[in-house]
C-alpha cells in the first residue's frame, strides 16, 4: 500500500498538505487495527445509518426481463439516501479521533454535502460545506437540508462556479485549518490516503452483499454499479476484487452521446492520463491538459475524473466498463419504480438500465446484482420535469404564487 494502483494514484500536493495526508494516514491504519474505533463505526451503522440496508429479489423485473435472476441491493435506503453516509460516517469519527472538532466538505449536487452535514450534527462537529455557486442555484433543496443540519453552505465563485472549484477550494482552507479541522472527500480518489480510506469505509456495502447471498445460498455471475469518482462501485466490488469471479461491470454516464462535452465517460479510451486535483488517473482533458467541460442528467456522475483504483482495474481488464445515455437512466428509474416499488437515483439508474440489458441477455440460473447507490426522491425536480412536463411546470408556478 504505497499509494498508488498500478501507474494510478499518488499524492501529488503542495508541500503545506503533506504533513496533514501523513498525519490522516497514520491516524486511519491506527483507527482501522482499534475494535473500539470499529464498535463505535459498527454502532453508528446500526443506529443512524440504517444498516444492513436489504437485498431485494427483483422477481417482477426478472420475470419481465426473461432472463438471468435480478438482485437490488437498497443502498438507497441508507439515512440521507445514498451510500455516501457511509465514508462521511466514517471519516468523521477518524477526525474525532485525531481531535479535530471542525469538518469541511465540498459537495456538487449535494449529496456528499448532506451525509456531512448529517453526522455532524449527530457528533456535534462544526461544519463547512463548500459548493459551487452554479450548484447552490441548482439544488436549493439540499442547501436547505444542509443549513437545517446546523452546517454553514460557503458559496464558490471562482472558476466554472461547480464542483471542481469547489474541491479547490476545500483543499486552500484546509492548508490554512488542518490543526484543527478534517477534510471529508467524498468519493474515492484525491491524494492518498484517501481513495484506500474511501474504500475502506464504503466496503461495508460489498461485505454485507457477500453475507445476504450467501445466506441463500446464491452465487453471482455479474456485479453491476454506476461509477462517478467510483465510491459506490469500489466499495461494492472490493470483496471480489481479487478473485476471477463474478463479472464486476461499471457503467459510466453516456449523457447524450460521445461528443465532448456531452459525457462523463473516461473509460474505453475516452479520458487521458494526468494528474487534478492530487492524484494521477483517467480525465476527461483537451489537447492543452485542461479539464473537460461534461455531462449528465445525475449530478453525481458528471465529474471529469475516475478514482485511481478504478482506472487501474480497468487497465487489467478486472472490471469492465460500459454506458448508459441520459435516457436509457430515465427509463430504467420508470422500469423499477413500476417492477419493484423503488425509486433508484438517477446515478444509480445507470447502472440499473444496464444490469436490465445483462438480464436480459444471460440465463436463468445466472445471477445479476445491481448496486441502487442511492434513491430518487432527491431527482425529483428532474425527473418529474422530463416525465410530466406540464403539470410540473403548472405546480411549480402555482407554488411560487403563494
Ligand atoms: C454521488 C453519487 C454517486 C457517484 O459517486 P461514486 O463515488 O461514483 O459512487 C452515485 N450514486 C449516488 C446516489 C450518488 O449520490
Not at 245 to 255: N, Q, T, Y
Request: glycine share 12%; net charge negative.
Amino acid at each position: 500500500m504505497n499509494g498508488y494502483f498500478g501507474e494510478f494514484g499518488g499524492r501529488y500536493v503542495a508541500e503545506v498538505l503533506r504533513g496533514p495526508l501523513d498525519e490522516l494516514d497514520q491516524g486511519f491504519n491506527e483507527a482501522v487495527r482499534d475494535s473500539e474505533f470499529w464498535a463505535a463505526l459498527g454502532q453508528l451503522r446500526d443506529e443512524f445509518i440504517g444498516r444492513p440496508t436489504p437485498l431485494l429479489y427483483a422477481a417482477n423485473s426478472t420475470a419481465a426481463l426473461g432472463g438471468a435472476q435480478l438482485y437490488i441491493k437498497l443502498e438507497g435506503l441508507a439515512n440521507t439516501g445514498a451510500h455516501k453516509i457511509n465514508n462521511a460516517v466514517g471519516q468523521a469519527l477518524l477526525a474525532q479521533r485525531l481531535g479535530k472538532h471542525r469538518i469541511i466538505a465540498e459537495t456538487g449536487a449535494g449529496q456528499h454535502g448532506l451525509a456531512t452535514a448529517a453526522i455532524c450534527a449527530k457528533l456535534g462537529l462544526e461544519c463547512t460545506i463548500y459548493m459551487g455557486e452554479v450548484d447552490i442555484a441548482r439544488q436549493r433543496p439540499n442547501v436547505f437540508m444542509m443549513e437545517l443540519f446546523g452546517a454553514t453552505v460557503v458559496p464558490v465563485t471562482s472558476g466554472a462556479r461547480t464542483l471542481k472549484d469547489a474541491v479547490n477550494e476545500a483543499l486552500r482552507d484546509w492548508a490554512a485549518s488542518c490543526d484543527t479541522t478534517h477534510y471529508i472527500i467524498g468519493s474515492a480518489l484525491g491524494p492518498s490516503p484517501y481513495p484506500d480510506m474511501v474504500r475502506e469505509f464504503q466496503s461495508v456495502v460489498g461485505k454485507e452483499v457477500e453475507a445476504q447471498l450467501q445466506g441463500r445460498g446464491i452465487t453471482p455471475t455479474v456485479l453491476v454499479a454506476c461509477v462517478g469518482g467510483g465510491s459506490n462501485a469500489i466499495g461494492f466490488f472490493s470483496p471480489w476484487l481479487e478473485r476471477s469471479a463474478p463479472r464486476l461491470v461499471g457503467v459510466e454516464a453516456g449523457g447524450r452521446g460521445s461528443l465532448t462535452g456531452e459525457h462523463a465517460a473516461r473509460m474505453n479510451g475516452l479520458g487521458r492520463t494526468g494528474i487534478v486535483q492530487g492524484y494521477k488517473s483517467l480525465f476527461l482533458l483537451d489537447d492543452d491538459g485542461q479539464v473537460q467541460e461534461t455531462h449528465s442528467v445525475s449530478a453525481g456522475l458528471d465529474y471529469p475524473g475516475i478514482g485511481p483504483q478504478l482506472a487501474s482495474l480497468g487497465a487489467s481488464g478486472r472490471v469492465e466498463y460500459l454506458r448508459a445515455t441520459d435516457r436509457q437512466a430515465l427509463e430504467a428509474v420508470q422500469f423499477f419504480a413500476r417492477n419493484e416499488g423503488v425509486v433508484f437515483a438517477l446515478e444509480s439508474a445507470h447502472g440499473g438500465y444496464q444490469a436490465m440489458q445483462l438480464a436480459r441477455s444471460l440465463p436463468p440460473d445466472q445471477v445479476v446484482v445491481v448496486n441502487m447507490s442511492g434513491r430518487g426522491d432527491k431527482d425529483l425536480f428532474i425527473t418529474a420535469r422530463e416525465l410530466t412536463p406540464g403539470p410540473w411546470r403548472e405546480y411549480l408556478l402555482s407554488e411560487a404564487e403563494q
